[in-house]
Each structure stands twice: as C-alpha cells, then as structure tokens.
C-alpha cells in the first residue's frame, strides 16, 4: 500500500482491491492489448487467404505464446517508456512486441503486427477481456459467496419471528429469515442477469467497414475472419460498428451493476437498522475500537464502509453509462480516458461485497429481544381481526379495531374480550383467541424456504 495514492482503491484499500489488478490495471490493460496483437498475428499466419505472413512452427507458435504468458512488470516498463517517445499507448505496445520479435526467427513478420488495424480494433478487444475476466474470475464468485452467506443467515433465522416495520412503525410480524430472504432473491436476480452479460468485441478497422482489408486481399471474406478472431477470444462478435465498438454493453452492464449495487445497499441500510434496533448483537473482535471515546461501541463499520462503497461505484458506472455510448461522429478520445474508470467502478463494488459478509459474518440474532418486543405488541393482531370480521360482513370491522388500538394500550386481556363479543363462527373466533404476535406470521416460513431451495439449485 502506498501512503501516497490518490485513490484509496490503491491506497488504504489495496490489499483488499489486489484480485482485482491482474484485470483491471494499466498493466493489464498493456498486457490484454499485448495479447490480442500477437494472436492477430498467429491468426493472419493460420489462414491460407491472407499470404504475407507465412505459417509458422511448432517452435515459433510456442515463442508467441511464451510471450504472451510472460508479459510481466518489465515488459509492461518497457511499454510505457516507448510511450513516453510515441506519445500513443496503443502503438507503444506493437513497437515493444516488434522489438521482442527482431532478434528470433520470426523478426520477418514482425512488421505486420497491427495489420489492418485501428487502435479501437486492439483497445475494445482488450477492455473487453479485462472486464470479463474481472467479472468472470473476481467480482461474480464474490457476489456467490455473499448470496452464500444471506442464505446460510436466512436458514438460521428462518422461524425467528420478529416485529416488522413499515414507516418505520410497528407492523404485522413477520420471520427474520424472510426479511433475509427478500434480499437474497433481490440480488440473484439481479446477478443472473450480470452473469448473462455478453461482451461484445469489434474488428473491423479504421471506420468498421474493412477498407484496408478490402484493399490488400479483396476475395477474403473478412466478416468471417473478423467473427472467428473475436469469438476466438471469448467474445461477442459486433458486425456493425463506426471507428469503435459503441460501448453499449459497458452501458448495459454498468446499469446492471448498479442495480445489484442499489440492492445491496438497500441490504446494509437494514442490517444497519436492524443492529441499531437491537435484533442483531455484533461479535467482538478482540482489539478492535469501537468508538475513539465511547469503550462501550461496536459499530457497524462493515455495512457502512460498504454503503459509501456502492455509492461511489455507482456514480462512477452511472456517469460511464450514460457517457460511454455517446461519441462524436466516428469517435473522440473521451471514451478511452473515461473507460480507464471503469474498472475503479467495478472495484468499489467488489470492496463492498467483500464489507458486507464480513458483517454478515459478524452478526447473532437476540431472539429473546425479539422475542420481548413481540409480545407487548398484542395490537398487531388488529389486522387479523377486522380481516376476519369483514370475512363475515360485520359492521365497521376496521373502524371498530381503530377506535380499540389507535393510541391505546392494547394488551392480550383487552383484544380478548373484544373477540368474545363478535358475533363470530366458533372456528373463526377460537382461530383468533389462540393467536398471539409471535404466531401471526402468514406464510413466511414457507416463503423464506422458497429462496432457500431456490439457493440450492
């Protein structure tokens, strides 16, 4: 960690960021455009139409793909000190791979790297196998593992009966384990749909129409070639494009992100709430501080510290989402400094996911506080009430429950012998004599083991 970074992605919270570099660097972008230059060459090599870069050995394929697998710090130095002379970070990584080949076996083919290309061609390539690879490799198992986790809470909690809030007010009871559920079939619907992502890739030169190509070899058919090289990378091939890939689904899966970000969110701010009201008791970490000057305080700094991460992941993957698809005739250079950010964006969610387990894992259930709540409550059965009277067509079922509990007292006495007054079924009357706050809870049991059973799949 560098006390000096500017971004604290790269700062206080590097180590934590670290799985994220080999992806989403300046390194790997250098060593991703690395990549797509030389299996450009080895694909011109393979195909018997494009005749100026001849086939090469079983020894040669091996020396590219050495130098793809070993593209280490040094070499990403080297890049960058030819940038400083070129002024171009694109051109720079072929003129550090011409160098590479001028003293092997393959120094006559080195001059056409970058056949055909514009740097869109290389850079859209590469931006989209660092994102993939980043959500593919880091981002996505994490969001497994914090599904993992809600579901593991959610089975714990599942008949724990608790007092549900709405405006903040007490409201009909409900399971904790179903309020945990909520949110684990939120987010899984939501990374369903991040795990569907394509990931387009265009290779079409200078304006996306193959000018160039055209030009050298008119009877290629370059649709064809340009299909199989990006598909061959793993991505989504883009026929039609101006000078750059229209970035649209950067934009699609910034506003996925973002909205499996706004769940979680939404996940920590009741977790919070849930500390602060005193269902969940925090474990203490031994030689942890709590407050600077209160000993007593274990603050919920996982679920804040994830809260103030998914924020600033979204402004970033919001700005990049409405900015990225826009550009100015065939292209301007704002995309290139703005997808620089992209990854930032992608960091701040991952250091959020990885915040709230860590709180997750962090928290017990005071069923007996719980437990104590419900029990003065007895006005909460007022909804069953007049939802039975009205079953039955008694008069003003829920104005007469509203003069009972609106500002009073309620108390199981009370509610009691209102219910033996109601002309009532004996069924239905007994039904509701026996109920008590702890036991009006629909079907939340079974409603929590939907999701259960949908997280085992």
Known sequence: MSLRAISPVDGRYADKAAPLRDYLSEWA?????????????????????????????????????????????????????????????SKAVEYYLRERLAATSLADVAG????????????????????RGALHSVWQPAARGLLDSLADLARRTATVPMLARTHGQAATPTCLGKEIAVFAHRLRRQLRQIEAQDYLGKFNGAVGAYNAHVAAYPGVDWLSVSRNFVEGLGLTHNPLTTQIEPHDYLAELAQ??????????????????????????????????????????????????????????????????????????????????ALRNYGVGITHSYLALMSARRGLGKLGVDSAALAAELEDAWQLLAEAVQTVMRKHHLPEAYEQLKALTRGNQVTRESLHAFIQSLALPAADKQRLLQLRPATYLGLAGQLTALELAEAAD
Request: charged share 20%.
């Open 29 to 89: 972008l250098i060593n991703y455009r690395a990549l797509v230059q030389l299996r450009w060459l080895r694909a011109m090599a393979a195909h018997p139409g494009i005749t100026h870069v001849r086939s090469f050995t079983l020894d040669e394929e091996a020396l590219l793909a050495k130098l793809e697998t070993d593209f280490d710090q040094a070499a990403a130095e080297r890049v960058k000190a030819i940038e400083a002379r070129t002024n171009h970070d």
């Open 112 to 131: 056409s790297l970058h056949f055909a290309c514009t740097s869109d061609d290389i850079n859209n390539l590469a931006h989209g196998l660092m994102v």
């Open 256 to 337: 996925a992100l973002m909205r499996f970000n706004t769940a979680l969110l939404d996940l920590c701010r009741d977790m919070w709430s849930y500390i602060a009201l005193g269902a969940f008791r925090q474990q203490v970490v031994a030689g942890e501080t709590g407050s600077s000057t209160m000993p007593h305080k274990v603050n919920p700094i996982d679920f804040e510290n994830a809260e103030a991460n998914l924020g600033i992941s979204n402004a970033l993957l919001g700005h990049l989402a409405d900015k990225l698809p826009i550009s100015r005739l065939q292209r301007d250079l704002s995309d290139s400094s």
